[in-house]
């Protein structure tokens, strides 16, 4: 169940008003990396979770994610203000003020609605935790560059908590998907392809005006190597069949129930 505490998460104090920022503020509130994004996909993400430990984790998590919001839909509500009244802010955005009041919509900057399909919930939990990860670096990244354009302090003491925060779910995330110790790259039941697996397929060749080919750890080491196309004189890529084998990759105890009708079970906890 959820209840409302009538105290933000953090105090937020605006000294001068800037509508067109409030604006650029949205992207944050109903917007794809937005913190209802981050709060409605984790919250679903941990309705769905069979592992009790990391549920407890998409919960914490989700939750204060709408604290995030709360606190973000002030911040814009106090930058907004001036929009309902002078004339030169309103007409900044006839959205907002004429059609929301100039206060907080659940809009991205741009002024486009939010919608359920910014959100990722696969239903495994190794994949979720993996796209947990990318969602904060999203996050993150927004927050840096609205901190880069205001000279706001307040403003900018806000975002840097808020900012700060995503890191931390960041590492929680990744220590959470470490903790299923599942080997590198190993999703779902059944194993990829031997060889086909290790290839690094060369489908952008030649030196023009767009570069050249480059060789780095991406393509020669860590299991992997270069296969030219055959179109180049190259080997091309192993397409012999090989038959799938569901129950070949590695699972964890911590794994969601492998979905498909012909499945091995998870393996028992220790
Ligand atoms: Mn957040
Ligand atoms: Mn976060």
Known sequence: MYHHVKK???????????????????????????????????SI???????????DLLLDIGTEELSHLEVVGALIRMHLK?????RAAAEADPLVTIAGGGGVCLCNSA???W?????????DLAVDLRSNIAAEARAKIVYDRLI????????????QFLMTREITHMRSFAAALESMEKPAYSIGTIAPTPTLVDEYFNASTGEGDLGKDYVGP???????HIVNSKRESGEGLTIKPYKPQPGTEKM????????????????KAA
């Open 8 to 42: 933000l998460m953090y105090t937020v104090n605006v000294g001068t008003p800037d509508p067109a920022f409030g604006k650029m503020l949205l992207e944050q509130f109903g917007g794809a990396n937005g913190e209802l994004a981050a709060a409605m996909q984790y």
């Open 45 to 55: 993400q941990a309705w769905n979770c069979e592992d009790a430990a990391r549920k």
């Open 82 to 86: 001036p929009m309902k009244t002078d």
């Open 111 to 113: 002024g486009t609605a």
């Open 115 to 123: 919608t359920a399909d910014y959100l990722k919930v696969t239903g």
């Open 148 to 159: 880069n354009f205001t000279e706001d302090v307040g403003t900018q003491e806000t975002l």
């Open 218 to 224: 991406w393509n020669e080491g860590n299991g992997l």
């Open 252 to 267: 964890s105890p911590h794994d969601s129930t492998p979905v498909g009708a012909n499945v091995p079970p998870r393996p």
